[in-house]
């Protein structure tokens, strides 16, 4: 154990709250003050001044650059929420975030992982509130796909060499990069025109289905059909593929011989896409 | 005759730290550079694309891990599950040192992921020490430790930085990575001889030099890494390399980032102050 630092200690817990404030070093130094915490340190007691600057000047730099840093990298995660929302209402809500949610982790990628819920449950005034919140979940399960575990893909020749009788009691193991999302709002056109800089309206609310997933170290985001979507689900969550396609048949717009017969395709496809990783016969 | 690091790690030359946007620029040209530093948190908790290429480059070159989020100053509990994840990044990509900074980046289980600055006097000191000792304990091998830009002088400091880190460095046993756009950062901050700082550093202890941009607001200058070199930060280089001999030198550049033949022209003006310094020879 290191020798204690009581100072320190004291001195280190009273400039982060100072330079963390959402309303600035001043704000926070003048709340102490008029909560006359006998307690708390005080700025002339703490900070020197130097012969340009003042002790709140000095301070503040460190404050202003909290606020800056960490906005930074949000607004990098999370291009398109930024765009539907403007740079000045984007601001002052990631402001509102890291003031509620505060980094407790070293590394800066798991900043923002509750962005998408704040923006959905903890937020007020923020237009077109759900599509945002959408949005937010398909940008943040991108984040999280680009730092998944790597595992080895599994080649073509493995799933052909599966004997036809035995096909459907196969299941298989999912590439961990790679997730499936259920939304409420048609989002993946949206980001692409925003990606693409083409304007397109605010879609009315529907019912979509999205893979996102990193193959060859990028990551992908492509729509997927009701069917297809319920089939990877079930695979994914360990079913064989014969329960899986029996799920299937029980939705009411899907053709099930339609579907079986495109089997053959969207295997070869998943497969060079690098959806799975491993196969149990 | 140059004054050895403690260590004997060697001067590597010249290197640049390695920036996503130039990951397809490396694998494609494989361009003639001495090393590379990587930021070590920028390689931990991902298995994506930083890695393999990272892998890929660890092959070819020497690898230097510089952290940002040791905290090696903060009051908070040690952090053995971020040393773990570092010394196993480390042993993958076969580090020829780590390193971070003096500093602290947040308290009470918050992280301000910014490197504040620590007050100077004996109390840190013991404590900082004592932190280290068990750092370095636990990794196997000597941490390499800058001096942090700073933008605040504390009221109960009362060794000179530099003071400061001499004897933490001899204290603690650890290594000095001496960078000397933050000398001049800090010493234009605080109204202090960057020279006299210099001439306060053991240079036995330094293992490292980081040269990089910043930025005058005119009463103040800020660290930011997004612009060249300035010829009175050459100086201080000129004079660091007079007084110590060939260090491992690398350019930091992390915003408006230039192509890579630029970043690495910029580093490559080093080459001229170490073969024309005349260096002090050992009295």
Known sequence: MPREAPQLDRIERWMYTVVTHPDGAEAKINANLSQNDEQALTLEQTVLPSDELTSLDRISIYANMY????????SNEYPTVSHVLGEKLFNEVVKNYVTHHPSTYYNLNRLSIKFPQYLLTETNDI???????????????????FDERHVERIPMETLQSIPDEKWADIRLQFNPAL??????????AYMTAVREDRHMDIPQPEKTFVVVYRCNYKIWRNDLDQGRYLLLSRLKDGETLGAALEACASLPDVDIDKLTANLGEWFKEWTAEEFFCGIIT | MHIKNCWDFPDLGLGVGLRTVHFNHILENWPEVDWFEIMSENFMDTEGRPLYVLDQIAERYPIVMHGVS????????????????????AERVNAVWLGDHVCWTGVAGRNGHDLYPLPYNEETL?????????????????????????????????LAEEEFLARMAEDADCGLLLDVNNVFVTCRNHGLDPHAYLAGIPYNRVVQIHLAGH?????????????????????????VHQRAGGRATLLEWDDHIPPFEELHAEVMKAAQFRQTTKVRHAS
């Not at chain 1, 606020?67 to 949000?74: A, M, Q, T, Y």
């Not at chain 2, 905290?71 to 990044?89: E, H, N, Q, V």
Request: with cysteine; aromatic share 10%.
């Open chain 1, 67 to 74: 606020f800056w840093r960490l906005n930074e990298v949000i």
């Open chain 2, 70 to 89: 040791l905290s090696i100053g903060c009051t908070d509990p040690i952090d053995f599950d971020y040393l773990a994840k570092l010394k196993a990044l």
């Open chain 1, 179 to 188: 997730c499936l999302l259920e939304l409420d709002y048609p989002v993946n």
């Open chain 2, 126 to 158: 013991a404590f900082l020490v004592d932190r280290i000792r068990i750092v370095q304990d636990f990794m196997e091998q000597p941490l390499i430790l800058e001096n942090p830009s700073t933008y605040l002088t504390f009221a109960s400091s009362t």
């Open chain 1, 127 to 145: 237009p077109h509130q759900e599509f945002v919140a959408a949005v937010a979940t398909v940008e943040r399960a991108m984040e999280d796909m």
């Open chain 2, 215 to 239: 930025t005058d607001k005119g009463t103040h200058c800020i660290d930011t890494h997004d612009c060249h070199v300035i010829d009175p930060v050459w100086e201080l280089y000129a004079d």
